[in-house]
């Protein structure tokens, strides 16, 4: 359960952290011409590798 909470801490902190800087985000989005729905996707895998690796090294 603490890992968990340590993670949701960690993404909700760098959520509020890039928060500022949504405009240049979509911007960069657009120029790459990635639909949202891709970058929905993309994120989804990156999430599944960083918790996977995460898990590699508590394990």
């Keep these: 359960m603490k890992i968990i909470s340590i993670y949701i801490l960690i993404a909700g902190s760098l ?3 890039t928060k500022p800087y949504k405009h240049k985000i979509d ?4 120029n790459l011409n990635l639909s949202t729905f891709d970058a929905l996707w993309l994120s989804y895998v990156e999430g599944m590798a ?8 508590i394990s």
Excluded: D, R, T
């Design 15 to 17: 959520y509020l952290l």
């Design 27 to 30: 911007q960069m989005l657009k």
């Design 50 to 57: 960083i918790g996977g690796i995460i898990m590699l090294i």
